[in-house]
């Protein structure tokens, strides 16, 4: 069924680039830019990917983040996920960039992003993966620190199709980003946002009607409210999922508790996607596992949720 699975083509549509980050290339770029970690080596590192919340993921996850200073690095993190999308069947990926994790850090704007666009035009050309860049918001800090980010992003337009919002969901609700998120639809940019993993599904609400987001990023407390299923059935409205992500971060306790099948069979428009592969124990292919091991899901659903990711992409 592994091989099935990883053969089928599929669309990855929620990747943060910086959480494909494998500890193996951590150590090398920590090597290349003299950082000394704090972990004695590989498997000290693996040891501490176990999270009781999204907060703690969060932490260890900027704390890896820090070894990306040069271009090339953010080029090799790219590219060496790029390598397990060819290695995968993965023909589209939309991923993820967060600009404030680096510029926060002295990293000039451009030199993450020179180095991850180049990766991503080198794939389409060498390795046959279309691509598209989603610039992504920090929830966390002021909606005045996003305003500055789109701003700042605009010489290099051309290098993404899109914006986001990611990051620690309770407590900031897509209405604190309303008015950045209406300046880039105003500049032409679609749009997504997380909502509905940690947060209640009033935040999908928001996503949706301020916000005016095309696509969910996770959503599955979207089952806690009916009126929101029915909307987004009848809208279409995509929901990408991450079910190892959902299980590591305690989102469900098992991954046998998950309802992507179930929203499947409803009608919702749901997809399989890895969040952040690195620290969650697999890319696109072994959440697709992950769902036949403990879930039961067919080939005919395995097809669906595929065909689904690739309905749903956006950049062309």
């Given at each position: 069924m592994y091989d099935w699975l990883n053969r089928l083509p599929k669309a990855e549509l929620h990747m943060h680039l910086e959480g494909s980050l494998e500890p193996e290339l951590l150590f090398t770029l920590a090597r290349r830019?003299?950082?000394?970690?704090?972990?004695?080596g590989v498997e000290q590192l693996r040891d501490a990917y176990a999270f009781?919340?999204?907060?703690?993921?969060?932490?260890?996850?900027?704390?890896?983040?820090?070894?990306?200073?040069?271009e090339q690095d953010f080029y090799d993190l790219?590219?060496?996920?790029?390598?397990?999308?060819?290695?995968?069947?993965?023909?589209?990926?939309?991923?993820f960039y967060d600009p404030q994790t680096?510029?926060?850090?002295?990293?000039?704007?451009?030199?993450?992003?020179?180095?991850?666009?180049?990766?991503?035009?080198?794939?389409?050309?060498?390795?046959?993966?279309?691509?598209?860049?989603?610039?992504?918001?920090?929830?966390?800090l002021p909606e005045e620190e996003a305003l500055k980010t789109l701003k700042q992003a605009m010489p290099y337009r051309d290098t993404f199709f899109a914006v986001g919002l990611d990051s620690s969901e309770m407590g900031h609700p897509p209405s604190k980003f309303q008015r950045v998120f209406e300046q880039a639809r105003g500049?032409?940019?679609?749009?997504?946002?997380?909502?509905?993993?940690?947060?209640?599904?009033?935040?999908?609400?928001?996503?949706?009607?301020?916000?005016k987001v095309s696509r969910i990023d996770h959503g599955v407390r979207a089952t806690e409210d009916p009126k929101l299923i029915d909307r987004l059935i009848e809208e279409q409205i995509p929901l990408t999922v991450c079910p190892l992500s959902n299980t590591k971060l305690c989102v469900f306790d098992d991954m046998a508790e998950h309802p992507?099948?179930?929203l499947l069979e409803r009608g919702v428009k749901v997809t399989v996607n890895s969040d952040d592969?690195?620290?969650?124990?697999?890319?696109?292919?072994?959440?697709?596992?992950?769902l036949h091991d403990s879930l039961g899901m067919t080939r005919e659903q395995a097809q669906r949720l595929a065909q689904n990711s690739l309905d749903a992409r956006m950049a062309p």
């Open positions: 830019n003299a950082i000394d970690l704090p972990w004695a009781n919340n999204l907060q703690e993921f969060l932490d260890l996850y900027y704390q890896g983040a820090d070894v990306l200073r040069t790219t590219w060496a996920y790029l390598l397990k999308c060819q290695a995968q069947n993965v023909v589209h990926t939309e991923p680096h510029t926060e850090r002295g990293i000039p704007f451009e030199v993450a992003l020179n180095g991850i666009s180049q990766a991503l035009q080198d794939g389409r050309k060498q390795l046959g993966i279309s691509s598209g860049l989603i610039l992504s918001f920090l929830r966390h500049e032409g940019f679609a749009a997504v946002a997380h909502a509905g993993e940690e947060g209640p599904p009033e935040y999908i609400w928001e996503a949706l009607d301020l916000l992507i099948l179930e592969p690195a620290y969650f124990g697999g890319y696109v292919t072994e959440n697709f596992m992950a």
